[in-house]
């Protein structure tokens, strides 16, 4: 079990030499707005309007650090709705 920043809190690692904790990682976080509007029309009646955003950034997550991207052969597939092509990486 290795300690993030000074024992703030545990990561759980394995995987053997191609699993390390990145020493520039810095705690997650989001972002979030939101406002709306309300008017009333003629005695019950309202109209209104809602909008919210939000964003999450500095996610964790684990990378093989034992495969590089050129171990990656890249296809092309051709979507049959939207009559467009897109590329993927297949191993």
């Given amino acids: ?4 920043r000074g024992g703030h809190g545990s990561v759980g690692a394995s995987g053997g030499s191609s699993t390390h904790i990145n020493t520039n990682m810095s705690r997650p976080y989001s972002e979030q707005i939101s406002a709306g509007y309300e008017r009333q029309l003629l005695g019950d009646l309202r109209i209104g309007i809602n909008y919210y955003y939000r964003t999450k950034k500095n996610l964790i997550g684990i990378q093989n650090t034992a495969v590089s991207p050129s171990d990656y052969v890249p296809i092309t597939t051709l979507e049959a709705h939207r009559f467009s092509i897109r ?3 297949s191993r």
């Fill in 87 to 89: 590329s993927l990486a």
């Fill in 1 to 4: 079990m290795a300690t993030e």
